[in-house]
């Protein structure tokens, strides 16, 4: 089983910037792929960017050239540098990891997932 907790959420202004932080406990993160997804009030939780074990990332084209999905396997955490924000990334953000090792735009394929951050956009 693997523990994973986001952090970094928060109140920012539209343009600001914020960086979420996903600490995962266990001994084998570098093999897993890791993503981050997003759920606001009244939607379903979408895919904001992934990373492979290898380092491929994506994103979504919503937050491309915004965000920046990063790793840190000697600390076994996983990183989201949110830039140039808007209001309607407001949501819930949760770091999630495979144990593939696979970049997966859908949730189905991860196995472990944090609980969760609440990033507020105002405008």
């Known amino acids: ?9 928060g109140l ?3 343009g600001g910037s914020l960086r979420l932080s996903c600490a995962a406990s266990g001994r084998t ?6 993503g981050w997804f997003r759920q606001a009030p009244g939607e379903e939780r979408e895919f ?11 994103y979504a084209d919503s937050v491309k050239g915004r965000f920046t999905i990063s790793r840190d396997n000697a600390k076994n955490t996983l990183y989201l540098q949110m830039n140039s924000l808007k209001p309607e990334d407001t949501a819930v953000y949760y770091c999630a990891a495979a144990r593939t090792g696979g970049l997966y735009l859908t949730s189905l394929p991860y196995d ?3 609980q ?3 990033v507020t956009v105002s405008s």
């Open 1 to 9: 089983q693997v523990r994973m907790v986001g952090t970094g959420g």
């Open 12 to 14: 920012v202004q539209a």
């Open 29 to 34: 993160f570098s093999n897993y792929g890791m």
């Open 48 to 58: 904001v960017a992934g990373i492979s074990s290898g380092g491929t990332t994506n």
């Open 112 to 114: 472990y997932w944090g």
């Open 116 to 118: 969760g951050t609440q």
